[in-house]
């Protein structure tokens, strides 16, 4: 086999390919999805508690947030106790 | 107009649907050119899924005037393709497939062996070179083309195709396959 000849027949199998079959309908289902979502309003308390659930830090985020709103409730309440 | 700026109009009015035509039309050589580009048939698939979901999300900045759709097309998958790259892992040359004995390929085992070298060189030119090769000798784009989707000039590409075919050719000779 001339080199020219190998050459080619490899080109020629690089160019063969086999894709999965529903390669068309995954990419459409993600596409259908997306505009789904972006029909969604931007603040839906499911869409919110589910970003909240995902995200380890945000889920820490939120708790720190929710305890130091209470200590400082809290101190504001003895406080006024306290001055009358 | 042609049939595929129709469709493009279709999918921008709002026909979801039509988007389909241009995945059908172009799915085998986006997953091509990125299976050449990154060598894992795994995951070329699922980067070629997210070549079209960012085509269909930025659609609307597609300009025709400035370039065919299937180039444009293509830059996306070219500059996925690079990302996926840069996360892989690189090959060293001394982990890719050595040959020291002289073979004569005249049967499919040892023609196998020469696919395989060049498979082998192919995987270790510098990634632009790659690129531009498998664009122009396995998608058969133009060199116009080629340097619109790499972002560079003509001669450029000419000068990395040129610099490719040597660095194969080595590769082949590398097997004496004509007694």
Redesign the interface.
């Known amino acids: 086999?001339?080199?020219e000849e190998?050459?080619n027949?490899?080109?020629e199998?690089?160019?063969q390919?086999d894709?999965?079959e529903n390669?068309?309908d995954?990419?459409?289902n993600?596409?259908?999805q997306?505009?789904r979502d972006k029909g969604r309003p931007l603040f839906d308390v499911q869409r919110l508690i589910e970003l909240i659930s995902a995200h380890r830090f945000v889920k820490a985020g939120v708790v720190t947030a929710g305890v130091v709103t209470g200590l400082v409730r809290i101190m504001f309440v003895v406080y006024n106790f306290l001055a009358c | 107009m042609t049939q595929e700026t129709k469709v493009l109009h279709q999918v921008l009015e709002g026909d979801t649907e039509s988007f389909r035509h241009i995945v059908e039309r172009y799915e085998k050589p986006i997953v091509r050119m990125i299976r050449n580009i990154i060598n894992n048939r795994e995951s070329c698939e699922d980067i070629a899924q997210d070549v079209f979901f960012t085509a269909y999300r930025k659609l609307a900045s597609f300009d025709p005037a400035r370039s065919k759709f299937s180039t444009w097309l293509f830059t996306i998958a070219r500059n996925k393709s690079i990302n996926a790259m840069r996360k892989k892992r690189p090959v060293s040359m001394s982990e890719l497939p050595h040959n020291s004995d002289a073979h004569n390929p005249s049967d499919e085992l040892a023609e196998r062996e020469f696919f395989d070298k060049l498979d082998a060189g192919l995987e270790a030119l510098p990634s632009a070179q790659k690129r531009t090769f498998v664009l122009v000798e396995f998608e058969n784009l133009s060199y116009a083309e080629t340097a619109q989707i790499e972002g560079v000039r003509i001669g450029t590409i000419k000068s990395r195709i040129n610099r490719a075919k040597k660095q194969l050719a080595k590769a082949m000779k590398e097997i004496r396959y004509e007694k």
């Open positions: 086999m001339k080199s190998i050459y027949t490899w080109k199998r690089k160019s390919i894709i999965r390669f068309a995954e990419v459409m993600n596409i259908y997306y505009e």
